[in-house]
């Protein structure tokens, strides 16, 4: 992957782009830039100037340095690949929400789980991945779609994996415990059968049952690096995390996708995003965001 600067440094790099308590300049935001894009293949152009001074500079405080010149240098080097991983953290954009765009899992449930369910039921396997996971609502949602159908799939060989950058996010993940308003979306059954009310550091949250969590494993997975998969998925959901890549990256994923989903799987991307270069060809598009696969591909281990 090129290392892609954001700016045009022939055009003043000193020139002051957003700033407050520390200076952003042009040189700055294109370095920090290039870093999240080798690192993420997230593109930062200069209209994201604002939201990188205010995402950082607190973290910058926090380690007690100079300004944005310094927190560069720092994590450039050797040294500052703790300070490197955060910033990862910190730029990158979390939101999520239960049963977001419903439609997708009104189709999962009508349309894909049956078959699985039938298949699972007869001792097959089963596997669904939820691939830019942020703080679990996707995957907590996948697996209550399946649990609607199929109570007991966790005794049977149906996984889902969930995966994101994100370490930070991950942990959230993991623990499952959410505030009431973000269970608003969760139809009150569902609440009542598979969350408990807990407290957590002094705040009152719901957290997903552990007969839940057993569907779910939570790995950290870099889209853009290799990915360590044996088999195939039937299901992938990578949605709304594309939106933030360049074309040339978005056309490479979603031939990385056609290449582990059989004949037939399908694949939900966000509202905002589109199957685009040649990977247009292994997908048929079913329904609002919704591409069933029509054959293999290449890319099998792109
Ligand atoms: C806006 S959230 C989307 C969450 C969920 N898929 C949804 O639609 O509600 C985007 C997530 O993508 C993750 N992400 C960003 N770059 C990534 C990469 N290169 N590989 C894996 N995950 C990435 C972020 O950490 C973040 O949690």
New binding site residues.
Partial sequence: MIALGATDLRQSPDEVLASGEYPLTRRDLSEIAAMIYSD???FLNETKASLVYSRLSKHIRSLGLSGFREYCALVASPAGAQARREMLSHL??????FF?ENHHFEHLRNEVLPKLVERARSGGRVRIWSA???DG??PYSIALTVLSLMPNAADYDFRILA????PK?LSLARVGAYDETALETVAPAMRKQWFQEVEVQGRRKFQVDDRVKRLITFNE????AQWPFKGDFDVI?C???VI?FDEPTQMKIWSRFAGLLPEGGFLYI?HSERVSGEAKNLFDNTGITTYRHIGKSMGRKA
């Fill in positions: 993420a293949g997230i990158t954009t979390n939101f999520t929400r977001r830019a996971c942020s609502q996707e995966t994101d950058i994100d996010i997975l870099n889209l853009m959901f949605r709304n995390v933030y966000g």
